[in-house]
């Protein structure tokens, strides 16, 4: 367990790296360091935000004042999505509502957690040159880059965006003739099937990375907990993105080559694409959003001057739920019209998957208390995250109830609950991590009063606009109808979907200081220091942004990665790669 | 510092605000239907109710309880001159006491759900249900009712095609005279047995006052949904699983009418209904009631 592989080149490697100068076109493009594909990660996945962030206005406009033309822009959008007033129609909303979803999920929030933290992280973390497979790395971005722009052409076709929802249920999704837009639907496969390449070439090359190339004294069991996350997270991939894939290309040839996979009017199975589909989907669910509890977590530790409480506890939750995650995807079925015994047993193991989301939460709690906290921007995100969180898990129990289930199963509370998650979940945690990491990556601060800003704007207008989406749900609105209005027992809720769009608008806005700041601090910041937070982890240890080849000297490890405010120590807190000073009384949990 | 303070005032605020939401949530039930739930109209409907409060009060309860620990931890041990922090990697007993109690609570509210979803609402339905057909189509439903003989007769989801939309068995003379309608008119009291097929793709069958949702899939069969609605009133049905450019509109009213009002409502649809030898059973095509 404790062997450990110091990689023998990075020496020679960062020495090198002063003698040749990489071209431009290795250097931006084609780039095999992990810490630039990271930020063209950053920088894809946060111009895909925009985009899916545009997608979801759309959608709150259309459900506030559904008929009234888009100011400005209406008339300029294309025919499948407007009329010729230049008001949202219905096919058109259900190709928004399909693509927010889609790009939020496979464009933003898992390669924003899992390719720009996991790239930039894991080598620097555990004290590795590079990734094991540098090649694979840069492949992997281009082929999410390709990805989205496949999936995004997809507006510029006649018959525009998919509109079977990001779940593409078949047979909808599996006959251009019941979906209206088979090119789109064609290319959203295309686009899924390529994009779960780029993904399995990340997680091969980081759990290799994490086995192999630790450098010595870094035992498993001191790797920092984002590391564990993303190491858990990669397996999880590996396992459960060729299963979407394989169900995308099925997919794709019931659309354009006449098998019959999933329709059942030729003999095919509709339950077994949303088998097939959640298989993948509940494990993507953890996917979503255990590497931003293992971020979270790290900040909560720095800025509480606190070793994490239970770091052993928060390893084996996290390994729980990625065993867990696997046997629990059938709580999307539960009124699909499958066996309803297979019902029962599903809410069995879902009740179940509860228990180490509780337990992260009580060790997070345990983390902040007897704490020194420093409220800083990123450190407000992550407290946050544990909040809302909080408030996303037990608007799960509710779900996970198969009872309760019937009656809210596909209404707003879902939506709410959804974004609960990943967004006061994941993208807090994402917004922290990028206020945390910034230094890191850029050599600069950025500004710590518009982060503030940022971070109680949104804070605000977030629960504004998703907490009352519960009440939306349990009055019984479904999810993805262009017009509530069109129901006798909507219309009283209709003031509520006002007051949630015009929030929503307020969510918009305020995620541009956020834009403005990351851009602004990006030229105009103040220098970063190597170890702005004063934190124990090797990343800290080299320049912002480190060079080429990161480490001038492997570094060894002697601590665990959370040790501050060790007694008997005049700084509080001690790097992973300093032995502890005589006077130090360290304990090992 | 001060910017801190006012920041914590204003999380505090927002927090605030939700709980008095949370609040008007039970002063201003049902009258607007703003916030809450839509009156339960059927038997089971109480228990699935029952259930959510219970819930309710169980997450709210937790909900309350850690933000509440949260906060005050946030706001004592914020970093303060020459307070240190505690130095601790945590507490093994701790530990084991939030594993075993979060558990113990799952596995008792899976039980109490569990028990719900089979003895309650997916028991056999009574012998005297009301039998009905129900077909979904892009985009819209048709409802099937017995006949004269009272009998829906045998249904194969393999028969569904455009001329029998509802999958009845061509050598069952039991289908004959059954009859079909646009609006699902249903008496109050009596339990109401549903059979669910689809023709093309997968459609919803989702009453929000009725507490029921469920998937109509084409292929399959569904037949183990049964309520028992309680209240004389129109509903409406709205199907919930996006099925393509109509899917925003789809949708059927419901009558709930007393025993009487049925009777005769029935007994004119069933005379209408000549049974030929050798005909087409029912068609798509229908007369729009009233
Ligand atoms: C300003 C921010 C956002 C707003 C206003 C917003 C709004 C919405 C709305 C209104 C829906 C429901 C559409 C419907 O059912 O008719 C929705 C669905 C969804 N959103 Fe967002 N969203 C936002 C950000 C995000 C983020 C950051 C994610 C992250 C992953 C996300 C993921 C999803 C998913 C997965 C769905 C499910 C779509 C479905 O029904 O299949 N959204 N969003
Ligand atoms: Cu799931
Ligand atoms: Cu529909």
């Keep these: 367990m404790s062997q450990t592989i110091a990689h023998s080149g990075p020496e020679a490697h960062a020495a090198s790296a002063h003698h040749h100068e990489l071209s431009f076109f290795h250097k931006y493009i084609w780039s095999e360091d992990h810490k630039t594909i990271a930020i063209q990660y950053l920088f894809a996945s946060l111009f895909f935000l925009c985009i899916g962030g545009l997608l979801a206005m759309g959608v709150r406009y259309q459900l506030a004042f559904s008929g009234s033309p888009i100011p400005l822009i209406g008339t300029l959008l294309p025919k499948w999505l407007v009329t010729d007033a230049g008001a949202i129609q219905p096919q058109g909303y259900n190709g928004l509502v399909t693509m927010h979803a889609t790009v939020m999920v496979f464009l933003v929030v898992m390669p924003l957690l899992v390719a720009v933290f996991g790239n930039f992280l894991i080598p620097l973390k555990i004290g590795a040159p590079d990734m094991a497979f540098p090649f694979f790395n840069a492949l992997s971005f281009w082929l999410f880059f390709a990805s989205g722009i496949i999936l995004l052409s997809s507006f510029f076709v006649p018959t525009g965006f998919p509109a079977a929802g990001w779940t593409s249920y078949a047979p909808l999704s599996a006959n251009g003739a019941y979906n209206g837009s088979q090119a789109g639907q064609s290319l959203w496969c295309v686009g899924i099937f390529v994009n779960g390449l780029a993904s399995i070439a990340g997680a091969v090359n980081y759990i290799t990375t994490i086995i192999n190339m630790r450098a010595p004294g870094m035992k498993m069991f001191r790797l920092p907990l984002p590391v564990w996350a993303l190491f858990i997270t990669a397996i999880l991939l590996l396992l459960a993105v060729p299963v979407l894939s394989a169900a995308a290309a099925m997919l794709f040839f019931d659309l354009n080559f006449g098998t019959s996979f999933f329709e059942a009017n030729r003999y095919g199975q509709p339950l077994m694409w949303q088998h097939l589909f959640w298989f993948f989907g509940h494990p993507e669910v953890y996917i979503l959003i255990l590497p931003a509890m293992g971020l979270v977590s790290e900040m909560l530790a720095v800025f509480s001057r606190k070793p994490i409480f239970g770091y052993k506890a928060m390893v084996y939750a996290m390994a729980a739920i990625g065993v867990l995650g696997f046997i629990v995807w059938g709580h999307h079925m539960f009124v699909s019209g499958m066996n309803l015994m297979l019902s029962s047993a599903f809410s069995f193991s879902t009740m179940l998957i509860a228990v180490p989301s509780a337990i992260k939460t009580f060790n997070w709690l345990g983390t902040v208390w007897g704490g020194s906290i420093r409220f800083t921007t990123a450190m407000c995100f992550a407290l946050a995250f544990v909040s809302m969180f909080v408030i996303g898990g037990l608007s799960g129990i509710y779900m996970a109830s198969t009872p309760v289930d019937l009656f809210i199963h596909h209404t707003y509370f879902i939506v709410a609950q959804i974004h609960y998650v990943l967004f006061g979940g994941s993208l807090f945690g994402i917004f922290g991590a990028i206020y945390f990491w910034y230094p890191k990556m850029f050599g600069h601060m950025m500004n710590e009063f518009w982060g503030k800003v940022h971070f109680v704007l949104s804070f605000m207008f977030f629960n504004l606009t998703f907490f009352p989406m519960h009440n939306l749900g349990l009055n019984g609105m479904p999810r993805r109808i262009a017009d509530p209005n069109l129901y006798d027992f909507l219309k009283s809720s209709q003031p509520l979907n006002i007051f949630v769009s015009l929030s929503a608008f307020g969510l918009g806005l305020s995620t541009i200081i956020f834009f403005v700041n990351f851009i602004y601090s990006m030229f105009k910041g103040p220098k970063a220091p190597r170890n702005p937070w004063n934190s124990t982890t090797l990343e800290w240890t080299l320049p912002s942004p480190p060079g080429h080849g990161n480490f001038p000297v492997t570094p060894t490890v002697y601590n665990g990665p959370y040790e501050y405010s060790v007694p008997g120590m005049d700084q509080d807190f001690l790097p992973q790669n300093q032995p502890a000073p005589e006077t130090a009384r360290v304990t090992v949990h | ?290």
């Design chain 2, 1 to 290: 510092m001060s910017f801190w303070r006012s920041t914590f005032a204003r999380c505090g605020l927002v927090l605030a605000v939700f709980l008095a939401g949370l609040g008007t949530c039970w002063a201003d039930p049902r009258t607007s239907n703003l916030w809450w739930m839509p009156e339960n109209a059927v038997q089971g409907g109480v228990y699935i109710d029952q259930l959510i409060y219970f819930i309710l009060f169980l997450t709210g309860g937790v909900f309350v309880i850690t933000q509440i620990v949260y906060i005050f931890f946030i706001v004592k041990y914020r970093a303060r001159k020459g307070v240190p922090a505690t130095y601790t990697h945590g507490n093994n007993r701790l530990e084991i006491i939030w594993t075993a109690i979060p558990t113990a609570i799952f596995i008792g509210l899976w039980g109490y759900s569990n028990h719900l979803w089979w003895d309650v609402l997916h028991s056999t339905p009574p012998a005297n249900s009301l039998q009905v057909g129900v077909a979904a189509y892009q985009f819209g439903f048709s409802f099937q009712y017995p006949g004269a003989d009272g009998k829906l007769g045998k249904a194969e989801a393999s028969f569904v095609s455009n001329d029998n939309m509802f999958g009845n068995d061509p050598s069952d003379p039991d289908a004959k005279d059954n009859f079909s309608s646009s609006v699902l008119e249903i008496p109050v009291n009596r339990p109401v047995h549903i059979r669910l097929d689809s023709k093309d793709v997968i459609h919803g069958f989702y009453i929000p006052q009725f507490r029921i949702y469920q998937d109509i899939v084409p292929g399959r069969m569904i037949d183990w949904v049964w309520f028992t609605p309680t209240k004389i009133g129109k509903f409406q049905l709205a199907c919930s699983q996006l099925c393509g450019s109509g899917h925003y509109n789809m949708k059927a009213d419901i009558e709930v009418v007393s025993e009487a009002d049925f009777e005769k409502w029935y007994q004119e649809k069933a005379k209408a209904v000549q049974p030929q030898p050798g005909a087409k059973l029912t068609s798509v095509t229908e007369t729009k009631d009233q």
